[in-house]
């Protein structure tokens, strides 16, 4: 069976940078110095790592800069591994294949102000946002930094902070704050964003659930566990342009049943929240688990490593 190619755009590190807090900025740019394709503020990148380990962060550059893309990396030391291969084995001149980019915040003419809340390093999708609404003046905004004490990347938020932009909240002084309280009422114009551990995303997703979605943006570290779902039955796939079927047995991943009929799909979090397995569908009745797609985005496209199928036939753009 004919794989599917996975698109890539080769870059090369040009610039790692001690940011703190073991964090790590890693700059990437074509090894010719063309243009890199643009992203919108807030978006994300995999990267294909030279191990074999395909990992996802926020571009924290300017939207505008088309020359480079910027990430902040910390260090987990008891994470997937993808972190560490970044800190450990990566140098200056490693070449690194990423993903287009994805995600991120269209600019809308109808969002009059923005409220952005942050655990830790979950500062980094903002960043973008943040220096695209300073150079355009767009929108007004409001960044919440929630940290235990440490600030991370203070060298490159320091001026915002300064400038009340960036409030910080340091839990081991104040306690955590009241989400419901920083994100106040959700107006027609406001949008309310928050990325951070598993608790703060959850609780964000809490206290603005009566709010429209999409006037909320929740992105999370962390995949939540798998669902088992007891009653999970077999079912086909169609794939509407090479016209293969592919079984999926009851329990099985649609992700792990393309890859096993030798369709290449991306993937990073393999757990519904990064985005890089999304596939169009055409026909059927896909059950949706991830926590990224809006409510009209399921009703074109579905992420193959967490969704299912309550029909027998799901039809895929594949
Ligand atoms: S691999 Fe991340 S959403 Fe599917």
Known sequence: MKARPITTVKTVVTGIEAAGAGIKLFTLADPDAWELPPFKPGAHIDLHLPNGLVRTYSLCNEPADNSRYVIAVKREADGRGGSRALHDEIDIGTVIGVSLPRGGLDPDARIARYVFVAGGIG?????????????????????????????????????????GRIVVHRT????????????????????????????MADDFERVTAAWPAAHVHIERFVAPPPVIDPDAKPFTLSLARSGAEIQVRAGQTMLAALQEGGIEIAASCCGGICGACKV????????????ILSPYERERYLMVCVAGSDAERLVLDL
């Not at 609404?133 to 001026?159: M, S």
């Not at 704050?177 to 951070?196: F, I, K, M, Q, S």
């Open 280 to 291: 169009g569908w055409i026909e059927g009745k896909p059950v949706h688990r991830d926590r």
């Open 123 to 163: 500062v980094t999708p903002f960043l973008s946002m943040a220096r695209h609404l300073e150079r355009t003046g767009q929108a007004d905004y409001k960044l919440h930094l929630i940290v235990r004490e440490e600030v991370p990347l203070a060298d490159h938020l320091g001026a915002l902070i300064e400038q």
């Open 172 to 199: 081991s002084r104040t306690g955590r704050p009241d989400l419901a309280a920083l994100v106040g009422e959700g107006g027609g114009d406001t949008l309310v964003a928050c990325c951070g551990p598993e608790g």
